[in-house]
């Protein structure tokens, strides 16, 4: 299990949960990054400086970083003032200065990750400025990905504005790992930016790489709304060329209804159910929530121990 090489594409926090328990054990792992947030600090980053999304690359450094946990606390760090700072992350703007310095946020995160004593390599999935615009449901085009999050309508599918240019390396990881991985995270702004360039389709269809998702345990209000694991299954797929999901994970945890009520009355996010009769792939049901503070997550660990499990048969 040793030279078992993964990719993890995604973005936002569930790739984080992911990454932090894959770092426990023994794989060569390449964390994939969609790089079209435009919200918050980061969205004010790429308007004055013209950068990538470094957001969700911040947070994916800290999950596979083995320094100390006052580093990760230093990184994340978020400014509250009533100046130019206020909502800043440090390390958003290490990321900004690094990929300024050095002409590229590829070779910017190679730096900080000298510091960070990263378990395994973060790459940008491009190192364009990219735009994510979605087509909803009643044909009106939303332009970033923040807008597309905030919007009340559905969404029908999603584009980049400017098709990007593809990350060499990513494409050369891909090639070369025996699993790609699509981690749990908001499915149409974070996992399938991934999937829209056509160079990384190839890369996998090309690989010998075992193709796995993690499914999400909750919906996402204007993306997912009343999805069953299987139509995730199916929308990741369609997005996919030849070759398909071969493997999904999905919990088999219960959670209590007090829970599920606070989440679909405070956020409109309803518990995704695994239709085992419509999933046609091999399924891995296991018990893999982590509740605390009832803020449902998946067990990091437990998830890491399912994948080596998967892998080494």
Do not use: W
């Given at each position: 299990m040793n030279d078992k090489k993964i990719v993890v594409l995604g973005g936002g926090t569930g790739q984080s949960v992911l990454l932090s328990g894959l770092k426990r054990f023994p794989f060569d792992i390449t964390a994939v990054v969609s790089v079209c947030d435009d919200g918050k600090s980061t969205g004010k980053l790429r308007r004055e400086?013209?950068?990538?999304?470094?957001?969700?690359?911040?947070?994916?450094?800290?999950?596979?970083?083995?320094?100390?946990?006052?580093?990760?606390?230093?990184?994340?760090?978020?400014?509250?003032?009533?100046?130019?700072?206020?909502?800043?992350?440090?390390?958003?703007?290490?990321?900004t200065a690094l990929t300024d310095i050095f002409g590229s946020m590829s070779v910017g995160i190679k730096q900080i990750t000298k510091i960070l004593n990263l378990k395994g390599s973060v790459l940008p999935l491009t190192d364009d400025n990219v735009t994510l615009m979605g087509e909803m449901e009643d044909g009106s085009i939303v332009e970033g990905e923040h807008n597309i999050t905030l919007s009340d309508k559905k969404i029908k599918k999603?584009?980049?504005?400017?098709?990007?240019?593809?990350?060499?390396?990513?494409?050369?990881?891909?090639?070369?790992?025996?699993?790609?991985?699509?981690?749990m995270g908001s499915i149409y702004t974070s996992i399938i930016p991934n999937l829209l360039c056509k160079e990384v389709i190839k890369a996998i269809d090309e690989s010998n790489a075992r193709v796995i998702y993690v499914c999400n345990i909750m919906s996402q209000p204007g993306e997912t709304d009343g999805f069953m694991?299987?139509?995730?299954?199916?929308?990741?797929?369609?997005?996919?060329?030849?070759?398909?999901?071969?493997?999904?994970?999905?919990?088999?945890?219960?959670?209590?209804?007090?829970?599920?009520?606070?989440?679909?009355?405070?956020?409109?996010?309803?518990?995704?159910?695994?239709?085992?009769?419509?999933?046609?792939?091999?399924?891995?049901?296991?018990?893999?929530?982590?509740?605390?503070?009832?803020?449902?997550?998946?067990?990091?660990?437990?998830?890491g121990l399912e994948i080596a499990n998967i892998l080494m048969k």
């Open positions: 400086f013209n950068v990538p999304a470094m957001g969700d690359i911040r947070r994916v450094l800290i999950a596979m970083s083995e320094t100390e946990d006052v580093i990760g606390e230093l990184v994340n760090y978020r400014f509250k003032t009533d100046g130019d700072f206020d909502g800043h992350t440090v390390g958003n703007i290490i990321l999603v584009y980049y504005k400017k098709a990007p240019k593809c990350n060499k390396e990513v494409i050369k990881k891909i090639k070369d790992s025996d699993a790609v991985i699509l981690s694991a299987s139509d995730h299954i199916n929308l990741l797929n369609s997005y996919l060329g030849n070759k398909k999901i071969d493997t999904v994970i999905t919990n088999s945890e219960k959670i209590s209804k007090k829970i599920q009520k606070k989440y679909e009355t405070l956020e409109q996010k309803d518990l995704v159910m695994v239709d085992d009769e419509n999933i046609k792939i091999q399924n891995i049901k296991r018990p893999l929530v982590k509740i605390e503070d009832e803020i449902i997550r998946h067990d990091s660990v437990k998830l």
